[in-house]
Structures are given as structure tokens and as C-alpha cells.
């Protein structure tokens, strides 16, 4: 059995055995893969994707696929399920070579790949997207509704929905983990062998996650193979039987869980070591730059703190406690029904977005694609979007300005973009995200909110926006940092807010917090706040 090692971006070698042989079969008294990649390479341009990659997923198990945005990881798995044909390697399923020449041949093979985006018609209901393809018809003419609502029922209730959802409820209505389980019922219909997942999680409630766990671990049991695609280390640790790690287009690692700890991980992935990733530098608190004061709107009650200049808040709580809410209103999204907000010492009157950026606020939301950038604009659009008064005389855009501060942040900030040209749509999701927070760099906030601003992308990319948060806190910004991975507000914040029903109900100094004692005060008063509403 081969040995898989990295040896590039100056990491020390990290090894792991893998099943497959060289042929892709079973070695002698083992099961053969229910599916294989053998000494897969593919290039795009002078782009190399995939370096001579074999990697194995055995019925019953779920093998996580780790990397960096570019790694190589999606190109696999466009090559495994027919999207891609490799320039050099073999496939093999279940022992036997295979030509997977189209998703069709996938299919057929039982190998049923999810992406972020589910594939559905929209306009169709949950019983027709269900079975397309497969209706049963009377008389050989006449769609046989009730055959149908039946068999979408019996699935239903196969994953315990069948009184949560109605067959001819129209699929565009549901939510994104509705959409994602709605896939994997239609994958079970054709003989699913081999599932792969592709960062299933990044649009949905810790619930939704929680019961999509459930669901992915007893496919496993039923002896599904899972490839479990995520940037998410707990949820990867938590779920995964091995994890194999691809940087660079070379499989570089593939270990058992238990025998891979997060940080030997995030080393092989990225290069240097996890402690590496929170570089705080020197910063000098200044006076108070923020300061809340009562505020209350329709989602938020009676809040008040402060963030000082050169200093990171980080803002902690469950889903539904509050904080991006807070977030919308401070920056003028939300009304405010009662309360203050004052930058530099001076209250300012938030009647929209508007009124804070003159202000010196600057928000980068949740959700970029949705509710920041303009994806089908230019880099240099969307950052140029919040400074026509920097470089504008007269009415009249001056282009060269235009281009100099835009160049500027795209340079700060390395963006990795052909030119200023390139559509934000066809960036990776850590570059949107740096295009984001250009835009308000190029103003010079005096306040920076991030809501959820490493959200969705990979450990290099998270390192980066955590250099540039250190660097703006010691240039004297102040920071509000919203994020619901404790273990990156530990490592950057100078003090942490917790909030739970709308309320901010605890703060910890840098040496008093722990994920813990956040989760205990977070979860105490969200039980509390539940329990309240209950009895009203």
C-alpha cells in the first residue's frame, strides 16, 4: 500500500496510509473501495489542479477532504463524478475501472455529488423534483398524483419530515437545508453507493447542521461512502473516520481522526502552525471610538458598550442570540426605538447605512454575495462603491483616482484577481471577502464591524483576514467582530461581548474568557430568555 506524503511550502512531511493499491483494487482479504482515484492528475493552462492523487472511501465510512481554496478539492471531485475527464490516472468503483465520462455515469454508478447550491426546480414541487424522471402515470397518459404523493411521503418519513413538509409544497419555498436533504432523497431513489458533500453547512442554523449530521452518519452505517467537503475543523473532527488533506493539487496527508490533531491539520494544509494564524502585534488602546448607549430596536433590548480605538470587541453568542442584528442597527440597518450611538465622541442620528458611513462606520455582513458585493461587477466597481466623494470632481468620476485607491486596497489587501477588472462572481469566496472590507479600508473607518468575516472560507484565507484585522486595530480603528467559531475570537479579540435574547448578558477580559465559559453564560441565558417566552 502507498505511502502519501507532502513535502511542499516547506512543511515537514505528514504521512498516511492509504487502501487503495495500485490497481485500485482491494489488497488481499480487503474490500475493494467503493470508490477510488488512482495516480489522478489534471491541468488546467499552465494551472497543474491535481499532482498524481490516490485517494480511497470504503462502504461505512466518511472521509473528510481538507484544503485551502485551490487546493485542488473541487476539481476532484468534478473528475469523480464525470464533470472533468482526468489527463492522467483511473478511476475505479468498487474494484472495477470505470470511465465516468458525465454526472449521467455517475449516477448510474450510484456516485451523487451535493454542491453549496442544491440542484432543484424551483418551480416544481418537492413530490416532482423528488421523482423527475420517474413518474408513474395511469392509463399511460394521466400523472398519478396519488402513487406519487405516497412514495414522497415514504421517503419523507424515512428521514422523519413527513409532518414537516408537504409533498406538493413548492421547492423553491424551502429553506437551504430543506433543499440539501430534499438531494440526498433523491440521491437514496437511485441506489446511492457514494455521497459527496461539499461544505454542506455553510447555510444553515446549528439545528439544521445537527440534523444533517444525523442523517450523513446514519448513511454510513447504512454503508454509504460520505466524502465530507468543509472548511469547518470541529464539525470535520466531529464527523469524520479519516481526513486527507490536498494542498497544492498533492494529497499531502490522510490520516484517521483520532491520530490527526487539529493543529497537525491546519500545519499540513497551510504550512505553518495554527499558533501562527493569530498574529496580534502591538496594539495601543485609545480613547473610546464606539459607544452604544440603551439601544433597543424590534431585535435587540437595552444594549449598551464601547469600543476603544486600536481595540478588537468580539462579539459571542448562539444562533438567534442577537448579534447580527445589533450589527444592522449600529450601522443604521434596523431602526432604533430607543437608545444612542456615538462615533469619536459625537452622537450621530441613524436614520440609514448612509448616516453611519458618514459617520465613520464601515459593515461587512454575513452574507457577502447576498447583501455586499455586486457580483456581477468589477473588482473595481465594488470597491469604488462607497467613495464616489473621494474621487469625483464635479460630478464627474476621475478615473485615474478611481484606479489608484482601488489598486491601492487590491495590493494591501493581495487579492488574487487577474486584473480590476475580473467579476467579483468568479473570485474565491476569501477574495470576496477581502474586496469587501477594500471597499471600506478605502474610506479609513474610524469603526469596522465584521459580521462573520472568515465565514465560508479556508484557513489561508482566515489567516489573512486576521493579519489585517490585527493591523487595522494597531493603525487605531476600532473593531466589532462577530464570529461563531470561539476558538478565532479567542485568538483575536481583546475583550469578548456575550449575548443571548437579544441582550448582551455578560463581559469577559481577554485572560477570563474560554470557549466554555462563553458557551456556559451563552447557553444559561438563552435557556433562561426561552423559558421566559414560554411562560408568557
Known amino acids: 500500500m502507498p505511502q502519501v506524503t507532502g513535502t511542499r511550502a516547506g512543511v515537514a512531511p505528514v504521512s498516511g496510509t492509504d487502501e487503495v493499491g495500485r490497481s485500485g483494487r482491494a489488497e488481499a482479504g480487503e474490500p475493494a473501495p467503493a470508490l477510488a482515484a488512482v495516480r ?5 493552462g499552465v494551472v497543474r489542479a491535481l499532482d498524481h492523487v490516490t485517494l480511497s472511501v470504503h462502504s461505512g465510512e466518511i472521509l473528510a477532504l481538507v484544503g485551502e481554496n485551490g487546493a485542488g478539492k473541487s476539481t476532484l471531485i468534478r473528475i469523480l463524478e464525470g464533470v472533468f475527464p482526468p489527463d492522467r490516472g483511473e ?16 449516477h448510474r454508478l450510484g456516485i451523487r455529488v451535493i454542491h453549496q447550491e442544491p440542484d432543484i426546480v424551483p418551480d416544481l414541487s418537492i413530490a416532482e423534483n423528488l421523482f423527475l424522471g420517474g413518474f408513474r402515470r395511469r392509463a399511460g397518459m394521466f400523472l398519478d398524483r396519488t402513487d406519487l404523493a405516497r412514495r414522497t411521503v415514504t421517503l419523507l418519513a424515512e428521514f422523519g419530515l413527513e409532518r414537516d413538509l408537504d409533498p406538493w409544497l413548492r421547492a ?5 437545508a430543506q433543499r440539501q436533504l430534499m438531494e440526498i432523497m433523491r440521491a437514496l431513489r437511485g441506489g446511492l453507493r457514494v455521497l459527496a458533500l461539499d461544505e454542506p453547512t455553510s447555510s444553515l442554523t446549528e439545528e439544521e447542521s445537527q440534523r444533517l449530521f444525523r442523517i450523513v452518519r446514519r448513511l454510513r452505517d447504512d454503508g454509504v461512502a460520505v466524502i465530507y467537503i468543509s472548511h469547518r475543523m470541529r464539525e470535520v473532527r466531529d464527523l469524520a473516520d479519516r481526513i486527507a488533506v490536498l494542498r497544492d493539487g498533492r494529497l499531502v496527508a490522510v490520516r484517521p481522526t483520532g491520530a490527526f490533531p487539529e493543529a497537525d491539520i ?50 459571542a453568542g448562539l444562533m438567534g442570540a442577537g448579534r447580527s442584528e445589533l450589527a444592522e442597527a449600529v450601522f443604521g440597518h434596523d431602526r432604533m426605538l430607543s437608545g444612542s450611538v456615538a462615533v469619536n465622541g459625537k452622537p450621530i442620528r441613524l436614520r440609514s447605512p448612509a448616516d453611519a458611513i458618514n459617520a465613520g462606520i464601515g459593515f461587512a455582513p454575513e452574507d457577502r454575495k447576498s447583501q ?71 474610506r479609513r473607518p474610524k469603526v469596522l464591524i465584521l459580521d462573520e468575516p472568515t465565514r465560508g472560507i479556508d484557513v489561508g484565507a482566515k489567516a489573512e483576514i486576521y493579519r489585517l484585522v490585527s493591523e ?33 448578558v455578560s463581559e469577559l477580559a481577554r485572560g477570563e474568557a474560554s470557549e466554555e465559559r462563553i458557551l456556559s453564560l451563552a447557553m444559561a441565558e438563552h435557556l433562561t430568555s426561552s423559558d421566559a417566552e414560554r411562560t408568557q
Open 266 to 315: 491546519v500545519h499540513a494544509m497551510v504550512g505553518r502552525p495554527i499558533a501562527d494564524l493569530f498574529d496580534r502585534g502591538a496594539r495601543r488602546r485609545g480613547g473610546v471610538m464606539l459607544s452604544v448607549r440603551g439601544l433597543t430596536t424590534k431585535r435587540v433590548r437595552d444594549v449598551s458598550f464601547e469600543v476603544r480605538a486600536g481595540e478588537v470587541v468580539g462579539l
Open 172 to 176: 423553491g419555498d424551502l429553506r437551504p
Open 372 to 442: 455586499a458585493l455586486l457580483l456581477l461587477r468589477s473588482v473595481k466597481d465594488n470597491i469604488s462603491l462607497t467613495i464616489p466623494d473621494l474621487i469625483s470632481r464635479l460630478s464627474f468620476v476621475d478615473f485615474s483616482a478611481e484606479r489608484r485607491i482601488v489598486k491601492a486596497q487590491a495590493d494591501r489587501l493581495r487579492i488574487k484577481a487577474p486584473n480590476l477588472e475580473t467579476l467579483a462572481s468568479s473570485l474565491s469566496g476569501g477574495n470576496q471577502q477581502k474586496v469587501v472590507l477594500g471597499r471600506w479600508l478605502a
Open 91 to 106: 478511476v475505479f468503483v468498487r474494484g472495477v475501472r470505470q470511465d465516468v465520462r458525465s454526472p449521467s455515469d455517475a
Open 472 to 504: 487595522l486595530a494597531a493603525e487605531g480603528i476600532a473593531v466589532l467582530m462577530i464570529s461563531s467559531e470561539m476558538p478565532e475570537l479567542l485568538g483575536i479579540a481583546d475583550r469578548i461581548l456575550v449575548m443571548a435574547g437579544g441582550r448582551v
Open 40 to 44: 489522478v492528475s489534471k491541468q488546467f
